[in-house]
């Protein structure tokens, strides 16, 4: 079976840091997206990681502050959130796919699977 399940969210203060974590089930050779969608606005792309970990692209609004990495032989996509601001605010999902031409630059060919999303809310 073919699954995501994302974990590490929670309440943090503006400047403060989180690492969320993907682990996928039954998922090998897939690229990994993480999104997020704050309350009445759309879903957006965070970042993006091939499954060699030699591609890797962000969002204009976290680049410098998040950092995506990932272990294979755990299963498992790290999404690093440094310097975090109130706008960080979201429920935050990874995703699974295939990407055009192996490059996260060129984005997503398509997503396969989605986890169930885990909160993240920066607050004083």
């Known amino acids: 079976q073919k699954q995501l399940v994302e974990s590490g969210g929670g309440l943090v203060q503006p400047g403060g840091s989180l690492r969320l974590s993907c682990v996928a089930s039954g998922l090998d050779y897939y690229a990994i997206g993480w999104f997020r969608q704050a309350p009445g606005k759309e879903r957006e792309g965070v970042s993006c990681i091939s499954y060699s970990g030699n591609s890797t692209n962000y969002a204009d609004s976290v680049k410098g502050r998040f950092t995506i990495s990932r272990d294979n032989a755990k299963k498992t996509v790290y999404l690093q959130m440094d310097s975090l601001k109130l706008e960080d605010t979201s429920v935050y999902y990874c995703?699974?796919?295939?990407?055009?031409?192996?490059?996260?630059?060129?984005?997503?060919?398509?997503?396969?699977?989605w986890g169930q999303g885990t909160l993240v809310t920066v607050s004083s």
């Open positions: 995703a699974a796919g295939l990407l055009r031409k192996g490059s996260c630059l060129r984005g997503f060919r398509y997503l396969e699977v």
